[in-house]
């Protein structure tokens, strides 16, 4: 279907953002060619099937000026992260960049190199390593380091490291505290609806273009190989900690809390080189993902920014992260640090200062600026995350849904609501007219939330889909943030051209396969249908024997229960199996051999028969 031109609204918000922003700060441009070394042949990194699973090449038309279909700031901020190749940060510490949506460092030690996160895939953590090695020779791998608890740091290292490499101690892997059972329960509890609006967040269904995908801000969109985990070797768990790897010394220090749960910086005395995980990048990040996930806290965020300004601060001459690009010289990492530090602190206080005066988290997204100082730095913009969803994380995180008006304690859901709402404004019909008037009048907001309801009473009114895809679209190209912008253009794309499911899967097997028994049962416990289940009384025990542990569940009131305890002979069932086939008889697999059963078999095919699946192509923006 047609796109539309940029409405004049648009065209001129375009062109008040660049008279009015810094562009002729330029220093971001050289900070990300430095070091340039090389980049791969061909852009294109495939599978074993010779799928491409990452094409660089697909954003080379992030050149030159901004068009009018992009916010001029996002794409300013897209031409830097699009740069792709081997980069030197110093001598003896280097990255990848722009072959994924993070960034894979290498630091070299006496006899080989260490690795810093792995990226997404297995496929482009390989071709990562294969282009260092182009440039810097073939050192081997002696230890990789995840820096926190998210896919686009771990789920590539199955592509450079063996699980045999880690178990016989040739590759150590260093994780923070906690780091796998954030991994695996990020990637399964929530893993199926947090996969379908990732793939709106990434804009994975988008055409890349002016038009359309241009970039998520912190990197440019997710690889689509597959993903994988290994099982750290060494948990670092205080602030403080040292670890001398192939030669080189490492101080970390933990940021849990953070950007994620289990995360960690570190300096390298070395390369007098500070990694700042993903707590200190070139955007305003997320408090509150898009995608989904659990509130983060920026005042801890900000508070351990200040502790490794105060640890490491003083002796540093290059900081680097797991995305964009790196800060070089000690007066300006001091700097970039502080407005990091302080960019997170003035958000929390100020919103729990309004807070406090009875702004509700809406009204206060409204309401906060950024000081001067701040606004004045490329990195505080909100290509990531933004004022406006951080500030009403900010408020969840405290004060939950509820904003206290007791008028909005109780309200319809969305389609019965919507649908009263255009009875009592007149009609679809009359709906459409009102919001065709604020489309023409640049109230695209005004515009999008009437259109909300007209499609939520009526999926299939012709007129109303079409405005709300324009609508969308307009509101797409005046954002400066890449997730708000993909959000937009894939609900558009989803009105006109129907639901695109999940473009990536989730759930990947090698992930789930590191569940504990305790995760797979809360994984199941999940998915139990409670009003099917209301009148069922189940008890089964588990023997996972590889494992050498016994587990008694019971269902009753629609909840799954579990202990772990000794078998019971009364007990109606015993299953005895190794935990993968655990794991395949949790995800439907009742036929294949593998398991030792004790007494009524019916138990199990009862409590198999009310487990839901979840739905990868839930609806978005239609009810």
Known sequence: MQQREPEASIREAQAQALASLPFDDVDDFAAAERGFLGTLDDPKIRNDKGDVVWDASTYDFIQGDAPETVHPSLW?????????????????????????????????????????????????????????????????????????????????????VSEDDVTSGRVQILAPEGFLEHSVAENVYAGVAMGRRAGYMFGAALARGPRGAVGAGLGQTTSTGEATILTPSLD??????????????????????????????????????LCMAENATHTLHNLLTLRGAVVRDPHVWSQYLTEAIERFGGETEVVFAS?????????????????????????????????????????????????PALEASWSTHGYYGSVSHDVKAIYQRYMGWFDGNPARLWPHPPKPLAERYVAAIGGLDRVVEIAQEAFDGGDFRWAATLLDHAVFTDADHAAARALYADTLEQLAYGAENGTWRNFYLSGATELREGNFGTPTATNAPLIVAQLTPEQLFDAVAIRVDGPKAWDLSLAIDVTVSDLGRSFHLSLDNGVLIYVEREPDASTPLGLTLTKPRLIRLAGGDTESEGIEVRGDIGVLEQLLGVLDQGDPAFEIVLP
């Not at 897209?78 to 280097?94: C, D, P």
């Not at 849990?256 to 300096?267: D, N």
């Not at 407005?339 to 729990?352: A, K």
């Open 323 to 371: 995305h964009h690009w790196p800060t070089w010289g000690n007066a300006e990492i001091n700097r970039f640090l502080r407005i990091q530090r302080d960019l997170y602190g003035y958000l929390h206080d100020q919103t729990l200062r309004l807070l406090n005066q009875g702004y509700n988290g809406a009204e206060i997204a409204e309401m906060i600026q950024l000081p």
């Open 76 to 160: 300013r901020q897209s031409t830097l992260v699009a740069k792709h190749g081997l980069f030197e940060v110093v001598e003896g510490l280097y990255q990848v960049r722009g072959l994924d949506l993070s960034v894979m460092s290498f630091i070299e030690g006496d006899t080989g190199v260490v690795i810093v996160d792995s990226l997404i895939s297995k496929e482009t953590g390989a071709a990562a390593l294969e282009l260092y090695r182009r440039h810097r020779g073939d050192r081997p791998v002696t230890a990789v380091i995840f820096t926190h608890s998210h896919i686009d740091h771990f789920g590539g290292v199955l592509g450079f």
């Open 236 to 273: 670092v768990t205080t602030t403080g900690e040292k670890h001398t790897i192939d030669g080189v010394e490492f101080e970390f220090q933990m940021a849990p809390g953070t950007e994620a749960p289990s995360e960690m910086h570190f300096y390298i005395p070395r390369y007098r080189a």
